[in-house]
């Protein structure tokens, strides 16, 4: 720091006269501005990353202002969002500036563990926190029971490959649960077997004719929100909009029609529906085919002749017709779904007229059900009848994201003996035994059974887990049947959680590692879809991380490796240097920050190292992929699976799944009993032939509706970014941008008629149980329900995570009630999904 | 002395002040007659610093570079504790770091004066606050000369909200740390010579209009926010 | 004819998501609520009708009217008023003439002393005002730690990154700074910061439905202009002769 201009140091002289012109003094330390004409935005940069709000995954922008994150928009060549976000990617910045966050590793000092037991946490080094995880697994390894090791997976992205599967196979652990069935495999499961992928669906909202959405809110959450937002208004203007949903949502609120279908029936109405299509002779006959003859019999309740029809692109019609919806009536789905005849009939018949540009928007309310397998199969037929799955103006499939693979057969050579054996173990969730299916994919126990881990691990079956990590997960918030986490998490003797927050896993644990805040301050790549094109987005730190944090998928996972060698045990290191070098140069990483960039490049070389063509933006190098920040597929081509190249056993889209027979047949095999047994053994009551075709399964309520009248309905509030935005004030300021919510509160919403009778006032404190748990909330008459039923908003009733989300984090007190208390604990047996949709809950209402 | 006379002293009295406080630079500043400077204003509008303005000039005299290098580096450089830090946020803000909230209050109040800063050193830097209000003064003597009365009001508004909330608060503490951080009589002489300069600056009164007054101060309280 | 700018929004389109008010919180650096000040610029309305399963329900979002006749700036006692309008037509307001008297608050129509609830209850606020002697945002200010040594603070973060709210948007104005200082009113101020330099207000910019669009009404080429001419167009309270320069135009919902 010098003196720059000599001039400094001259001394001004007054020169007593008036009129003489001023000069200036001499400045060193200063620059002038040109004060007059400032005006506008301050320099700053938008920097491209992606949002993890929802499931949308959308490529945004940050913009950057003296090293700070300051705002949000939609990333520009992004080809889903047209620079847009939803309300939630504005939020986020609470988030990444949340004043709970954690800024260093912490121990727990209390050897109690419970919920309402302080953890008495006191900050440690990185070192000793690492140390400690190392010698904890080494312990596992000397003893030759590594098995007893569990990874669990919240919020990832694509490196997740690291962590979860590299790292416990290496190890030797088969146990590596993730979330995915908290909020999606039901759903997945109804459109593998009807169409063979298992997978969110994307939808065609610019062409399409007839968009039925059920079950699900797409203006708010589930799929492409932002473009739903931009496109909803013109899908109205051009064609018929009907949203099936037991309570009024935001898209119901602008559509045509509104189904308020009792909670758990949906199966009943979708079939009803098809009923309507079919005896009307109304269904596309293009896809699904038509009577040899031309003369249409399906009349109600009539078993027809299969030999009768041919069909087209589908198989199985006339069976699923015989089997599951001859006899349901319009006037039976009517009685049964609280829908009237006259609607079921109306849409049924503006769906047909549309034809084949109809878009069954499917979502999570007509799928995570006890028994909803079938319920989301029944929805997704109406696709299939309609023809307008894999159609223009329909729902599809993706297009292709050329990116690599996890390298599994070099992975196996860094498994010793034990790690071979030990990793093929059962799994702590308990997927593939008799009575949890788990059918992913046509697979028995192929896909997770999250909320069954609690279980597992509660009831040591098949065998204890002593050490548990679990990264941006919080199993005792986000899975129904909150209680069972809390007492399957107070038993594990050591657990490390990798978070940002103090949540409610985290009073469980052993060790907290403070990490990234995805978004903003993490490395990592997202495939995701909407509007035709597939597109592949990174996550990049746009900022310098707030605090000394660590990537959890990427940092973590390699800076174990190296204490795993300092104590004698170098195959993770090994092959995570090995499999993961610098694809360009062949180099290994020397330390976890490079670890991290490599990894992400080996992932996503095939977008940008112009080897092959990619079908899709054409990326030159590296820096321009970081630069630009995500690639697009070319539009995906319609009817791409039609002239039998559905992923079905038969090629088809299948009304009769011989896909889900299959795949029941293997699970029951593998048990020695047959289909029936297992469809009793996983709570549902279809036998026989029912077993493989879409249909009404009763609603299965836990509790007596003599003791809890009312069947709770869930669903995500628009600002929900997971179970994570409810530390943000914005949060509540802004609540009532959910149909029928007041700001500021947890709001249960009941209909005047039922409030009435329990002379409940709106605004009043109210109580609300189930046999699951029980809470205080506040009731808002709203007619947006129906009596009989009420409603609330997944979100609320943090009793941890920070000052805004909990009532009071120091005595875990919650604020508002958890969903996930009230619902209680239940799975979808064939899918392995939590199960809290579909009025699986009863509940109680109570003034306080 | 009349009052432009004496605020113009002022001004160049501070400015010369900084100067002492960047890195010595003996040459430059026997060239430029600095300490005599000093004297001479301080004769001018500050008797009580002449004797420290005297002891200046012989120290610089007497020191060798390297003395008055190392002399400076220990009091506001590092790399080892600073024995003085030069930073007014260490000061004001409890807990003692850099770039705390009052520095952005400064750089608010440079921002409205029209300057930004221009040397790599957090704003709050002692060098960049006594040029800044050398600054205000200067501008002040300019508004006296043309006799703009609302001007002049504003301006010693300005002064006042910086003074009071930004400079003077943390200068005990600051010269304090000096004297006992250092044996260089450089430095020494001039944590004397500051002090006493400092003292004989009043702030501005209440005869100011209330309506500019207002206005400024408020502004500065925004950056409390 | 000389400008007066305007917004229409499309309520069609609109699907009361909430982007545009978060957007304008990010964009201008507004507080949290407190007093029952909202110092939510933009906000929403909500109205549910008719009874199950026949129910209807909207959202409407409102925002500064930037009345031609407005009782805001009539009210305002200060000499050069603090709250004018600029010759584009917009509402502006000086922070620093502001003497924090809050007589515009009492006099705009859409405006509360207190807004104790929200617009479920058909409660907002265009006009905020800054208590005296109190920090613009306290929740940056707490220095409590949730848990101690290891858990942040919101001084700490504002600290750790240099400003208050630690995602403030620094931007200038000659009449308004990015963050307002106590004892002043606050409000939408049609984003002159961006719409001097031919961007759009932030909200407009950022709603994915395209549903608040921003223009000169006295410019007939105008986008505003076309969709005031094709639709039919209302306004809130017009019986307050207020003459506001916010239109809404088309049904929320199908069923109205
Ligand atoms: S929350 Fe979902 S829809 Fe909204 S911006 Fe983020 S990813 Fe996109
Ligand atoms: S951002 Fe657009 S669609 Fe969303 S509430 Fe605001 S005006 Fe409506
Ligand atoms: S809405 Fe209120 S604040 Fe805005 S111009 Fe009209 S009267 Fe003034
Ligand atoms: S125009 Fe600007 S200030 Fe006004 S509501 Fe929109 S974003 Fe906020």
Redesign the interface.
Known sequence: MKIKRRDFLKLSAATGAAATVFKKPVLNAFAETKKKSVLGEREGKWKPSTCQGCTTWCPVEIFVQDGRAVKVRGNRYSKQNDGKVCPRGHLSLQQVYDPDRLKVPMKRTNPQKGRGIDPQFVPISWDEALNTIADKMMELRHAGEPEKFALMRGRYTYLRDIIYDVMPKVFGSPNNISHSSTCAEAEKFGSFYTEGYWAYRDYDLDKTKYLLVWGCDPVSSNRMVPASIKKLGDVIDRATVAVVDPKMNNTSAKAHEWLPVLPGTDGALALGIAHVMLTEGIWYKDFVGDFKDGKNRFKAAQEVDETTFQEKESHGVVKWWNIAVKDMTPQKAAELSGVSFDQIVRVAKGMAKAAPNVCVWMGPGCAMHVRGGYSAMAVHALAGLTGGTDNEGGSLQTAKIPVNKLDKDLLKTFQDDLAKKHSKMKKIDQRGYLNLPAISKGKSGGGVATNNAANGILNKDPYEIKMLVGYMNNFAFSCNGTERWEKALSSVPFIVHLTTNASEFTQFADIVLPCVVNKYEKYGFVKTKANRYATCTLLQPVIEPVWDVITDETEFPFLLSEKLKERGFPNLYDALTTMYADPETGRKAKNAKEFTEYALKYYTAPLWDGKKDSHGDKINGWEDMKNRGMWNSEAYKYKSHWGGKYKTKTGKFEFYSETLKKALGGHAEKHNVDIDKVLEESNYTARGEMAFVPHYEPPHRNGDMKKYPFVFIDYKSRLNREGRSQNCPWYYEFKHVDPGDVSHQDSLKINPVDAQKLGIKDGDKVRISSIGGSGECVAHLWEGVRPGTVAKAYGQGHWAYGRTAAADYAKAKERGINNNTIIPWDIDRLSGSNARNGGQAVVKIEKV | MNEIETKLQQSNGLRLLAACFYEPDPTLFEEEKMCRNISAICADICPQACAAASDMYLALQNSSLQDLQIAHAELFLGPFELKASPYGSTYLEKARRIMGDSTMQVVQLYRKAGLEVDIKEPPDHIVIELEFLSYLFALETEALQNSESTQVAKLRAEQKVFQERYLLPWMPEFIENMKKGTENNFYLALADCLEKFLCQLTVPDQSIPTYECNGTQKYAAATAY | MKTQYAMVI?L????????C???C???NNTA??KNGQ?Y?WAD?L?E??????D?????LPVLCNHCSNAPCVEACPVEPKAMYKTPDGITMHN???C?GCRACQEACPYSMEEVR?????GEYSVISYNEEGE???P????N?E??Q??????????????????????????DY?D??????VEKCIFCE??V??GKLP?CV???????RIFGDINEPKSEVSKLLNKHKSKVLKPEEGTKPNVYYIRE????G
């Open positions: 499309d069609k389109k609109c699907v009361g998501c909430g982007a008010a978060l957007a919180k990010t964009e949290l609520r909202t939510n929403f909500h549910t009708t008719g009874k199950f399963p129910t209807t329900y909207k959202t922070d620093e003439r003497i609830r929200d617009g479920e209850y920090p613009t945002h929740f940056y200010k707490d409590r949730l848990i040594g290891c858990t942040s603070s919101g001084i700490d973060t504002a600290r750790a990154v240099g400003a208050t709210p630690p995602h403030r948007t620094l931007y200038d104005h000659p700074e963050v307002r200082r106590p004892n002043i910061h961006r001097r330099k932030y910019e950022a709603c994915p439905a395209g549903a929320y919902g199908v069923k």
